[in-house]
């Protein structure tokens, strides 16, 4: 059994703000295609009839939702009974969540509305108090389509799967769940590590169905079985914040008096909030908090005030028999001790906001992950408005992860396709890239991942060249004239847009390898095949020594973790098998080829 934090129940969908009251609606729901949208027309909602029967959470494109089909239906509905004694409420809410449902939801509560949602990769809330009954009808209407300029990542705009993008995923794809909880009660919980103070803030939003003029607050903050600080604060109004001391001054503390969070040690503090009104208690979740700091400096990415090279590999997150839905909490768990096992020390998780329980794992057991914001593939209005909404969500519901350390806005100009010389997508990458600075400056963000690059914490560049020779002639020794467009790096895409120039960032090799076996499994990989597992280890060990030897780089991701349909380049099969022994690849990651970065040893 692997460690976890204090607060966590194994299952449970939100593991920043756990609470001890709450019900999976996840298993068997009645469900019907509806290819003419006359559903709601019809009043389906009134009175719902499912011409069959689905696995909730799996979309029913995947084989484990127990229809299979993977041909677009672009609306589709969902049913289920909920039985609830309202004696039982009395002075509760009810507060029904879906952890992401693609892409247009609809929810109704014994035939009326109880809100909508836009967007298919973050959680959303009704409260549904009001509307219940002892025995209640839940229905949800999701519409889904083929737009360009929806956020899709790595789903697919036509009927059949090309290049790199795969199945779509319609509807309910992540957790459906049920808290019940006071009528006043803590809504959202940010929690922002200071480092250098020594201190942790704590952001509240409260919700008061009730009004009460008295309401305070008590957070304690543990380390293991210790106790390290506990204050109370009256809650000033619906949003209120405080920042407490939690340092240690007692010989079992490190130096400065905290305990610092990273890959290596992975230490976490445990948080609990409790809520009070009049004396009484309200409300209580538990939390957890990492203490790091991440930051860019004359050109390295430090963690803790400490080089650290980022040995990534890329993770679309996709599963055989259940696509972008994880197919249970063990397989998340399976997939990050695998990525560790290959030797690498992060993630970047490409194209699709995950199950929030992958980066909780990602926090306890030491990975360093990237977060991408999915790609729309279309410029626009709409793609404007739906970055600027989506990536809001993304960023404030991932906000307490420490695991993640870089945010990608963009990924090689999708959706942006004139992003070098158009002033109108260069001014969007910038908006996206400020909006998530202004609400997480803790972290860096990359504006567009690998291609013309605007404004970027980061800069990151695909290659995709097979031969280590060539690699190392065009990167060694070359950097002020790739920077300067001189030397296209990859498919003659220049680092920078027009107007556009280097600043003194860290450089990085985002995505490279992406390795294929030559054998009787059709799909494809990136440049030749090859035939044997030597040929496979020396293509991997000879680019990926090419990339540590050039001083200016300080880290690279390689294509990818698992084979993804049409993708055979992964490191393991679509069932999670090795492909190559990891111990060998391990090796080759965590060998030292005496890299130093500005002057210092590089933590590998």
Not at 298 to 305: D, F, K, S, T, V
Not at 480 to 492: D, F, M, Q, S, V
Request: charged content about 30%; proline content about 2%; overall charge negative.
């Amino acid at each position: 059994m692997e460690k976890q934090t204090a607060c966590y129940i194994r299952g449970y969908p939100r593991p920043q703000m756990v609470r001890n009251l709450w019900y999976s609606l996840n298993g068997e729901w009645e469900f019907r295609f509806d290819d003419d949208r006359q559903g709601e027309r019809n009043r389906w909602y009134e009175k719902f009839e499912g011409e069959r029967k689905i696995q909730v959470p799996f979309s029913y494109e995947t084989k484990l939702s127990g229809i299979g089909k993977e041909e677009e239906h672009f609306c589709v509905w969902y049913a289920r009974n909920l039985e609830l004694d309202r004696q039982n409420l009395a002075g509760k809410r009810v507060i029904l969540h879906f952890e992401g449902c693609d892409y247009l939801t609809r929810v109704w509560i014994n035939g009326k509305k109880a809100g909508e949602h836009e967007g298919g990769y973050t959680r959303f809330s009704f409260d549904i108090t009001d509307y219940l009954e002892k025995i209640n009808r839940v229905v949800v209407r999701a519409e889904d389509t083929f737009d360009e300029q929806q956020l899709r990542g790595k789903q697919r705009w036509r009927k059949e799967s090309f290049r790199c993008w795969y199945v779509q995923t319609t509807g309910i794809w992540k957790n459906v769940w049920m808290e019940i909880v006071d009528e006043i009660y803590i809504s959202s919980l940010k929690l922002i590590p200071k480092a250098k103070e020594r201190a942790l803030g704590i952001e509240l939003d409260i919700i008061e169905e009730r009004i009460c003029n008295n309401i305070t607050v008590r957070a304690q903050v543990s380390f293991g079985n210790k106790l390290i600080n506990t204050i109370e604060f009256p809650a000033g109004s619906n949003h209120t914040s405080v920042v407490m001391d939690v340092s240690e001054i007692d010989e079992d503390a490190e130096l400065n008096g905290i305990h610092y969070w990273s890959p290596e040690k992975p230490d976490l503090y445990d948080v609990k909030i409790s809520l009070y009104s009049e004396g009484r208690l309200c409300d209580e979740v538990g939390s957890y908090f990492g203490m790091r700091e991440i930051t860019a400096y004359q050109g390295n990415i430090l963690l803790n005030e400490e080089p650290v090279f980022q040995r990534l590999i890329l993770d679309q997150g996709y599963w055989k028999e259940s696509g972008m839905t994880p197919p249970s909490e063990e397989a998340i768990i399976e997939d990050i001790k695998k990525t560790k096992e290959l030797g690498f020390n992060g993630a970047r998780k490409h194209q699709k906001i995950e199950d929030e329980r992958y980066y909780y794992w990602c926090d306890v057991l030491g990975l360093l992950t990237w977060c991408e914001i999915p790609s729309a593939y279309r410029f626009g209005d709409r793609e404007v408005s739906n970055y600027m909404r989506e990536a809001s969500e993304i960023v404030k519901q991932y906000y307490n992860h420490p695991s993640i350390i870089v945010w990608t806005a963009f990924n090689e100009s999708w959706g942006i396709n004139e992003i070098r010389t158009d002033i109108g997508q260069q001014h969007l990458t910038e908006a996206v890239y400020h909006m998530i600075k202004s609400v997480d400056s803790s972290r860096l963000v990359v504006a567009n991942d690998g291609w013309e690059h605007t404004v970027s914490d980061i800069i990151s560049l695909h290659d995709y060249e097979e031969d280590a020779e060539m690699f190392l002639e065009r990167y060694k020794g070359n950097l002020e004239e790739i920077l300067e467009g001189k030397i296209y790096h990859n498919l003659l895409k220049p680092v920078f847009a027009d107007h556009y120039h280097y600043a003194g960032q860290p450089v990085i090799i985002s995505e490279y390898g992406g390795i294929a076996f030559c054998n009787e499994q059709k799909g494809w990989g990136y440049g030749n095949k090859v035939k044997t597992t030597e040929e496979f280890i020396d293509r991997y060990e000879t680019i990926t020594s090419a990339i540590k030897i050039i001083p200016y780089l300080c880290g690279y991701c390689y294509t990818q973790l698992t084979d993804v349909y049409q993708e055979i380049n992964g490191l393991m099969d679509e069932k999670r098998n090795f492909k190559i022994d990891a111990a060998i690849i391990r090796s080759i990651n965590q060998k030292r080829l005496g890299i130093k970065m500005k002057g210092s040893e590089v933590t590998q």
